[in-house]
């Protein structure tokens, strides 16, 4: 793992899973590079600032379960408060 990343925990399905991250910054705004079972899954926030997941169209065959990506958006919330 890189000096820039870092671990995101989440319970998904009763057990605990670590994710490696990295944050981005993009003028005012920022967004959240996860690997997620070697799938790359970019996390930002939508209109309503909630996280959402988005998936880069070349890991689009490899796509985690919504739930798993809905756990690790919370997750990522979690952390920030």
């Known amino acids: ?21 990295s944050m981005r910054v993009f003028g005012y705004t920022h967004r959240f ?5 070697g799938t790359l899954v970019y996390f930002e926030r939508d209109e309503e600032g909630n996280y959402r997941a988005l998936i880069p169209p070349e890991e689009k065959g490899k796509v985690p379960p919504v739930e798993l990506l809905q756990a690790i ?5 979690a952390i920030l408060k």
Not at 33 to 37: K, R, T
């Open 1 to 21: 793992m890189d000096d820039d990343q870092f671990l995101i925990p989440v319970t998904y399905k009763g057990v605990v899973k670590s994710f490696p991250a």
């Open 33 to 37: 590079e996860v690997d997620v079972d």
């Open 73 to 77: 958006g919370l997750s990522i919330e």
